[in-house]
Nanobody, 114 residues
Framework: QVQLEESGGGLVQAGGSLRLSCAASGSILRFNAMGWYRQAPGKQRELVAG???????NYADSVKGRFTISRDNAKNTVSLQMNSLKPEDTAVYFC????????WGQGTQVTVSS
């Protein structure tokens, strides 16, 4: 099984930026698509952005124009550049395949202060 490890979260003021990284222990080419998900307190986990092995991307309406997902198949990494952050972006962020497997990492906490 491929293990996924997220990093790059932190505390940032509204309007700021963060770049999240996801490192896989094995090849991500086995997954046609990879995604970033988030779970805010008291809410269900939701898909934020996805990217196919060919680089095609899709985004939740709430993050379109602010977030950019990318993947490096050679390095087995998936990244999420987050700009113009809002307090409502506060959540634990996870990466997984799309659709997701049952193997979730620890996630990385993103906190946006107003």
């Amino acid at each position: 099984q491929v293990q996924l490890e997220e990093s790059g979260g932190g505390l940032v003021q509204a309007g700021g930026s963060l770049r999240l990284s996801c490192a896989a222990s094995g090849s991500i080419l086995r997954f046609n698509a990879m995604g970033w998900y988030r779970q805010a307190p008291g809410k269900q986990r939701e898909l934020v952005a996805g990217v196919t092995s060919g680089g095609r991307t899709n985004y939740a309406d709430s993050v379109k124009g602010r977030f950019t997902i990318s993947r490096d198949n050679a390095k087995n990494t998936v990244s999420l550049q987050m700009n113009s952050l809002k307090p409502e972006d506060t959540a634990v962020y996870f990466c997984n395949s799309l659709p997701p497997t049952s193997q979730w990492g620890q996630g990385t906490q993103v906190t946006v202060s107003s």
